[in-house]
């Protein structure tokens, strides 16, 4: 059973940084287009970065210059490092994997809930 499992959420001032990990499982990680969303209160769901099997990054405008997304092959982990965080990028993350072949092949994590405030 495939799964993919966030970490590293919590609360952070606003300027700081967190590092979110998504670790999956039961998956041929390597083939799969991996991508980070999040989704406030009474919010849609809204890409936030995205790394492809080969490599090529994507980011949201909101993320442009703050974040970083990467990944693993090897630890199978996809990450999120967040800098400079503000208020307004309180929200639950998820994790997104997408086969690189087959859009209708996708998996979501549970979330991880990152909250800015002082």
């Known amino acids: 059973q495939v799964q993919l499992v966030e970490s590293g959420g919590g609360l952070v001032q606003p300027g700081g940084s967190l590092r979110l990990s998504c670790a999956a499982s039961s998956l041929l990680f390597g083939i799969y287009n991996m991508a980070w969303y999040r989704q406030a209160p009474g919010k849609q769901r809204d890409l936030v970065a995205a790394?492809?099997?080969?490599?090529?990054?994507n980011y949201a405008d909101s993320a442009k210059g703050r974040f970083t997304i990467s990944r693993d092959n090897v630890e199978n982990t996809v990450y999120l490092q967040m800098n400079s965080l503000k208020p307004e990028d309180t929200a639950v993350y998820y994790c997104?994997?997408?086969?690189?072949?087959?859009?209708?092949?996708?998996?979501w994590g549970q979330g991880t809930q990152v909250t800015v405030s002082s």
């Open positions: 790394i492809t099997s080969g490599g090529v990054i």
């Open positions: 997104n994997a997408v086969h690189q072949s087959a859009e209708y092949i996708t998996y």
